[in-house]
Structures are given as C-alpha cells and as structure tokens.
C-alpha cells in the first residue's frame, strides 16, 4: 500500500507579517515558516495507517524553493520512507489549480492507493487543491475528515467526515481516494533522534517544474491589514496590570456586568 | 444568469443558504444579471415552494434518486448538468463544510477553481473586486477572476444577511439529471456526544486559546469565571490538544455564542473562531501580540502579558464585590 502525503511550508503561525512593498504577498524571506498544521496531521494519519497496515510506503510530497527541505526532513525523520519535492520558485503565486495540475503531473506514475493533505493551508487557505486533483486524478475523495477506521482497510477504507455544529457522518471508499485531514484528528508524534538520522538516506527526488497555462486563475490585486470594524479601546498602555485595573473599572461602568 | 445554490437536508433548508440568495441577488442588481436557486434531491419536500418565495427569476429542482443523500460524486454530477444547461455567469455558495467539499471539483469539471470564503466585493470600474480573509484572518487580500464564467465564489457566513434577501415569486423549473456512478457509500449522520455545556445561554464567556500556554494555566481562567460568575470555553488548538473537552469549543466547529460578555484571553483570533463569537455584544481581547485579528473586533483591548493581567482581574473583581 503507498500513501502520497501532501504537504505545505507555511508563514509561522506566530509570525508578525510584513507586506512587501508591491503589496502582492508577505515579506516571506523574514518570516520563521513551518509545516502547515493541518498537513502535519495528515503525515501522522499515514503514518498510522502503515503501522496498523504493517507494510506499506509513505511518501512526502512538498512544492516550493529550497526553503521546502525542512518539511521534508522533518516528514523523514517522523517516518516517512521517501519524498518528493516539486522545484517551484515564487509557489505563492500559483492558484489552487494550476497547484493540483502541477502536482498531479508530479505523481501520476506513483499509482498511490492513497493521498492525504491537510484541509487548508494556514496561509493563502483556498482549501481546495486536494480536491482538485482528486478531480484531475479522477479519484474520489473525501475533506475534512476527522477519524480514520484503520481496521476496515481492505481495497475500501471508512472515514469520518466532521459536518456542523457537532455532527458527523462515516463514508466508506473505495480505493484510490483522496482525503483532506482535519487538525487534531490524532497525536503528532515527534521525531526521534534515531529518525533525524535515518532521514538523512532516505530518497529524495527532485522534480523542476513549469507553471502550467491557466487563463481562470484567480489572482491577488492587495494585500493589506483588515480594516478594522469596531473601534478598540486599548487599556493599560502597553502595562497589562494597569490595563486590568482598567479593563475592569469598564466592565463596571460601561459594560455594566458587575 | 447567477445560480445560488440551495443546501438541505431530507428537505430541511439549512438557512446559510438565504445568505447566498441575497448574494446571488446582490450580485445580479450589480451586473444587470437574473438570479435563480438551485436545489438538488431525489424529491422536493417542499422547500422548492419556500424557495419560490423570494424574489429569483426560477428554482431550479434538479432531481435523482441517488440524490436523496449528500455524496461528493452525485453533487458534482447533478450539478454538472444545471450548469451545462443553463450556462450561468456565476454560481454562488455559501461557505458551508458541504459546499467546500463539492464545489472545488464542479470547478475543476470546469476547467475553472472556486474563490472562496469571501467576505466583501465591491464593483470597480465594471469588474468585481472580492475580499478574501487570509493568513488565518491576519491580513486581507483583494482578488479578481481572470478567463471565461463559469465563475464560482463562495461567501462567508455572515457576509450577507439572511433577512436581506428579496421577497417575490418564483417559478418552479424540475428537471431531471444524471447522475453517474458514486464511489462512496455514506452512513448515517449522527451527533457525537451531545454537548453537554449549552453554551449559547451564557451571559458572560471566559475563553482560552493558544496563550494559555498549558493545561495548568487553565485554572487561572476558570478562577476569573468563577469571580465572574461566566462560563469557560475555548479555541480549537485547546480542545485539540484535550485541555478543555470538546464541547466547550466556539467556532466552526464548535458552538456558536453571542453572550453580553465575551472575554478572549490568548486567542489569536482565527476566522474559525472568530464566526463562532463575532456577534457578542462586548468582546474584550488579552493578547500579547499587538497584530492578533482578535483586536480588529474587540470593544476593548489590553495588549501585554495575560499572565499579569489575569490576576489582577481577579483581585479587583474580589474588591468590588466586597464593598
């Protein structure tokens, strides 16, 4: 059984953001990146499925600059057996299709039972390009799913979808499928030191790939930071014991809760 | 034409859907365009005479039997072939898990991709402008369709109201799809776990997110609940991680809430949490980071440590209700 875990390198999530100065995107180059968390989950799913499995490959599959390697390694050294890393330079500017086309190219002739990505990128969010190329793969699939039924694996495999406001539902797949993994849907392991230095021969390869043509891209005009809606009143200055002097004096007075 | 997109369950409307009418509409007056509904299902209920009622140039039934259960492939199909027929300039959604499950892979039959979750549009100069949250709702971005309609857009909950959207008379237009082969089988929908904490009914929240830090801290949040006499609820890193169980989580995925208090401490305020408590009547944020989206809605802010801030809270709380 081979799993394809799709994953993406992320602006941190505690980064403060800087818009470049053609207001295009973010100052990436000052930015501490990470992998994206939800994709971080669906590496975990894989690598899960493969142990309750006991046999099977998973691969890491990341497109991006150079800069991408780190989620790579660290993929390795969680337990992935191998990686593949699509050379894309200025990957921000991609949209989610010409994404999916990209990568549906990269790993086509890999003839995966599965692929698992996060839901969304914490980035850009389209929260659409696993579903896409479910579509160019001619695949079924399956987003935000939030439970895997290990032990049903057999050519089909049952997945729990999380709906709204608490409701679930189980589908059941036929091989292969895509899914979309949910945040929290397990444990992230971490990797051991003995995995740091197995990473270091496992394969990676490198594919250079060109931007296809895509005349419906949707495309960004601005960045900017969101116009505020409500009007803040910032307590304390700066020293947070004189802003809950104040904060409270407010709640008696103004919000009228005390 | 504008194509808004109805979304249901055994026939029960789910009413994010009357967002997307007043889209469909919003966006028809703006570009001298029709707006019409569309529902998908193995038999009309009656919600198609509900539909009826607002003011759309058609409800469009598209109907199969094996569209009497949402499934990824059967939607994509039946709505494959509303779009074949009707050649619409736009298709609009609301933002829902079920659309973000489907939508994409229409585009994609389309040679087309969806612009979702968009908050706000503006016309420009004769083309569209749309606002999308990104960078987990840090910064804005404007984005503009490029090519050829279809184009299909996504708005967020709450981007246009309900009430909004326009009484008149629609006529009813059933007509039957295809429907191919689906490749999933789909189980029962089912609640897991009822939430035993109501949150909805709380006068006043105490939420913890990411700056808490580790489960212990939660205590120091519980004691400023206590004083307060509020209730303690959560971001979802925090259910995540089990700090706090699952059903005191406000968001998209958890409850959604508009008590007279709601007092965010440590929350960055991510657009899926931020929908769950948005329509509170004061919001008050305690975040380190001066930049956290959770200041652009907060009625009061205190930038800095909430470890420092928490405590002293709680002390002149105590005072006041001493005296």
Not at chain 1, 116 to 129: A, M, P
Not at chain 1, 247 to 253: A, D, F, N, S
């Amino acid at each position: 059984m081979k799993i394809i875990v799709l994953m993406k390198q992320v602006a941190n999530k505690d980064a403060v953001l800087r818009i470049r100065s053609d207001n295009k995107w973010i100052e990436e180059a000052d930015v501490a990146m990470q992998t994206n968390e939800s994709d971080g989950y669906a590496l975990e799913e894989a690598l899960r499925l493969k142990e309750a499995k006991g046999s099977g490959e998973v691969i890491v599959c990341s497109l991006g600059g150079p800069s991408v390697k780190t989620v790579i390694k660290d993929a390795l050294a969680r337990g992935a057996d191998r990686a593949i890393h699509i050379l894309v330079g200025d990957s921000y500017k991609l949209s989610p299709y010409q994404t999916a086309r990209i990568i549906a190219e990269a790993i086509k002739d890999e003839q995966a039972d599965l692929i698992f990505t996060g839901l969304q990128s914490d980035d850009i969010g389209y929260g659409q390009t696993g579903v896409i190329l479910a579509e160019l793969l001619n695949i079924p699939h399956a987003t935000i799913v939030i439970e895997i039924d290990r032990s049903s694996l057999d050519g089909t495999l049952r997945v729990k979808r999380e709906l709204e406001s608490g409701w679930y539902q189980w589908f059941r797949y036929r091989l292969p499928a895509l899914f979309t993994i949910q945040s929290g849907i397990s444990q992230i392991r971490y990797a051991t030191l003995q995995g740091i230095m197995k990473a270091k021969s496992k394969p990676v390869k490198e594919i250079t790939a060109t931007i296809p043509e895509f005349p419906s891209a949707q495309k960004i005009e601005k960045v900017y930071l969101p116009l505020k809606t409500k009007q803040t009143q910032l307590l304390g200055n700066g020293d947070a014991k004189r802003g809950a002097i104040e904060l409270v004096e407010k709640l008696r007075t103004e919000v009228r809760v005390l | 034409m504008i194509l808004a997109f109805i979304e249901h369950k055994n026939g029960v409307l789910n009413k994010t859907s009357l967002e997307a009418i007043t889209a469909a509409q919003t966006l028809a007056k703006d570009l001298g365009l029709k707006a019409s509904a569309v529902i998908l299902c193995d038999e009309d209920r009656g919600l198609a005479k509900d539909i009826a009622q607002y003011d759309l140039e058609k409800v469009i039934i598209a109907r199969n039997p094996k569209l009497n259960v949402y499934t990824p492939d059967g939607y994509a199909d039946a709505w494959t072939e509303v779009i074949k027929k009707e050649n619409p300039q736009y298709v609009v959604m609301a933002h829902t898990y079920q659309v973000r499950d489907f939508a994409p892979k229409v585009a994609a039959r389309f040679e087309r991709e969806v612009l979702a979750d968009v908050i706000r549009y503006r016309k420009e100069n004769n083309h569209l402008v749309f606002t999308r949250r990104i960078f987990l709702g840090k910064l804005d971005a404007d984005v503009v369709l490029q090519g050829e309609a279809p184009y299909f857009v996504t708005f967020q909950s709450g981007a246009f109201r309900a009430d909004k959207a326009q009484k008149g008379n629609a006529k009813e237009d059933l007509i039957e799809v295809e429907v191919g082969e689906i490749r999933m089988t789909p189980e029962e929908p089912f609640q897991e776990a009822k939430a035993s904490v109501d949150l909805t009914k709380s006068e006043i929240i105490v939420a913890v997110g990411r700056g808490i830090k580790s489960q212990e801290n939660i205590a120091l949040a519980q004691q400023l609940a206590d004083v307060l006499g509020a209730d303690l609820a959560a971001s979802r890193p925090i259910c995540d991680a089990e700090w706090l169980p699952i059903d005191r989580q406000i968001g998209s995925s958890g409850q959604t809430v508009a008590p007279k208090l709601y007092i965010a401490l440590g929350i960055s305020g991510a657009i899926q949490h931020v929908v769950g408590m948005k329509n509170s009547q004061t919001i008050v944020a305690i975040n380190k980071d001066p930049e956290a989206p959770i200041f652009d809605i907060a009625d009061y802010g205190i930038v800095g440590d909430l470890f420092e801030a928490v405590p002293v809270m709680i002390e002149e709380i105590k005072k006041l209700k001493e005296n």
